[in-house]
Antibody, heavy 119, light 111 residues
Framework: EVQLVESGGGLVQPGGSLRLSCAASGFTFSNYVMHWVRQAPGKGLEYVSSILPNGDITNYGNSVKGRFTISRDNSKNTLYLQMDSLRVEDMAVYYCARDKTGGFSFDPWGQGTLVTVSS | QSALTQPASVSGSPGQSITISCTGT?????????VSWYQQHPGKTPKLIIYDVSNRPSGISNRFSGSKSGSTASLTISGLQAEDEADYYC???????????FGTGTKVTVL
């Protein structure tokens, strides 16, 4: 069974940093593009970032570009999101998602981890 | 990259059919057959229900169908059931610097 388990969320002050992790199991992690998607409280889904299987190409949403860094460790089957210069508007549940076999959609999703940005 | 436009809410009675629209531009929906749809029940994780405009993943009911015309994609739910009450989001691949964009989301209410 494919499983994605996020961790690392919590309370951080504006301007602070946090690193999220997503532990993958049940599939060959190194073969798949991986994504981060977020959802602010009571709001819709927002694309955050993607990384290709060998980590050489990354993409970011405009609102996080230059502040967030996606990475992966294929030896540990783990996806990461380093979040720096956090803002109140970054407060959200962060989901990791696998690229669907064949690409261009998100399936499955993890259960999410909540990031709270507040002073 | 602006979010794709969806109606805020759509409602229908059990057994009826409803359609949710997802309007983009020639940079996303209009240029790629990479539109997907997600169902999210309150407090739950999003679930893929349609990919590549009109394909259903294994295990998804055939009451869900997708289509596209120009820069507008659509999700139709036929034979509406109480369990279909949820939020629905479209997504498209884009040619912009941000490779994916989500829709604004639609709340489906079963009357």
């Amino acid at each position: 069974e494919v499983q994605l388990v996020e961790s690392g969320g919590g309370l951080v002050q504006p301007g602070g940093s946090l690193r999220l992790s997503c532990a993958a199991s049940g599939f060959t992690f190194s073969n798949y593009v991986m994504h981060w998607v977020r959802q602010a409280p009571g709001k819709g889904l927002e694309y955050v970032s993607s990384i290709l299987p060998n980590g050489d190409i990354t993409n970011y949403g405009n609102s996080v570009k230059g502040r967030f860094t996606i990475s992966r460790d294929n030896s540990k089957n783990t996806l990461y999101l380093q979040m720096d210069s956090l803002r109140v508007e970054d407060m959200a549940v962060y989901y990791c998602a696998r690229d669907k076999t064949g690409g261009f959609s998100f399936d499955p999703w993890g259960q999410g981890t909540l990031v709270t940005v507040s002073s | 990259q602006s979010a794709l436009t969806q109606p805020a809410s759509v409602s229908g009675s059990p057994g009826q059919s409803i359609t949710i629209s997802c309007t983009g531009t020639s940079s996303d929906v209009g240029n790629y057959n990479y539109v997907s749809w997600y169902q999210q029940h309150p407090g739950k994780t999003p679930k893929l229900i349609i990919y590549d405009v009109s394909n259903r993943p294994s295990g998804i009911s055939n009451r869900f169908s997708g289509s596209k015309s120009g820069s507008t994609a659509s999700l139709t739910i036929s034979g509406l059931q109480a369990e279909d009450e949820a939020d629905y989001y479209c997504n498209s691949y884009t040619s912009s610097s941000t490779p994916y964009v989500f829709g604004t989301g639609t709340k489906v209410t079963v009357l």
